[in-house]
T-cell receptor, first 113, second 114 residues
Framework: DQQVKQNSPSLSVQEGRISILNCDYT??????FLWYKKYPAEGPTFLIS?????DKNEDGRFTVFLNKSAKHLSLHIVPSQPGDSAVYFC????????????FGTGTRLTIIP | GAGVSQSPSNKVTEKGKDVELRCDPI?????LYWYRQSLGQGLEFLIY????????KSGLPSDRFSAERTGGSVSTLTIQRTQQEDSAVYLC????????????FGPGTRLTVT
């Protein structure tokens, strides 16, 4: 049972445009959501996160939006840069227990120069 | 400061052999996790250590898998009698404390069972 889903395995965006990566989840008990970026042969790198009490969090070119009623979150990158080309993972955790991360399967973002 | 380190970076082993994978977390991080990523899959939780508490082993796929964390720091993941389906990238992550959700990952160990 995939509790965190990233339905788009890949996305291509022109440099300078906005990249929008989507993530859906099924467990309404998730309290915290994170985005990770992964380059080949490296571990995932933490990018940005959002608590379930918020609907938006912004950090530079990166903004995460959370729609709890739809159980949907998205990551916006603007403007997109070639260095943003990577696999992006959405993850969710609980505020209790072991706070393990439940990951989506990832979206490969390619920025076209 | 130093990030999470893992060794070896690559391991090729024959089916049926035992392997040990090592993780050095970020200094001062009390929580340590093991995940694995099989080809084309997301990251799958394996085991979690928090301070001196008993580890959460709920993600271990079989009793061939075990892990320990010595002195609250270094951790070793052991896979006995490896099978081809164990081939994956094994990732270790550490987290500063219970009020912080962000986990920081090492580069992973790519395990190939032939």
């Amino acid at each position: 049972d995939q509790q965190v889903k990233q339905n788009s395995p890949s996305l291509s965006v022109q440099e300078g445009r906005i990249s929008i990566l989507n993530c859906d989840y099924t467990n309404s008990m998730f309290d915290y959501f994170l985005w990770y970026k992964k380059y080949p042969a490296e571990g995932p790198t933490f990018l940005i996160s959002i608590s379930s009490i918020k609907d938006k969090n912004e950090d530079g070119r990166f903004t995460v939006f959370l729609n709890k009623s739809a159980k949907h979150l998205s990551l916006h990158i603007v403007p997109s840069q070639p260095g943003d080309s990577a696999v992006y993972f959405c993850a969710a955790s609980f505020n209790f227990g072991n706070e393990k991360l439940t990951f989506g399967t990832g979206t490969r973002l390619t920025i076209i120069p | 400061g130093a990030g999470v380190s893992q060794s070896p970076s690559n391991k090729v082993t024959e089916k049926g052999k035992d392997v040990e994978l090592r993780c050095d977390p970020i200094s001062g991080h009390t929580a340590l996790y093991w995940y694995r990523q099989s080809l084309g899959q997301g990251l799958e939780f394996l085991i979690y250590f928090q301070g001196n508490s008993a580890p959460d082993k709920s993600g271990l796929p079989s009793d061939r898998f075990s892990a320990e964390r010595t002195g609250g720091s270094v951790s070793t993941l052991t896979i006995q009698r490896t099978q081809q389906e164990d081939s994956a990238v094994y990732l270790c992550a550490s987290r500063k404390g219970r009020t912080v959700h962000e986990q920081y990952f090492g580069p992973g160990t790519r395990l190939t069972v032939t």
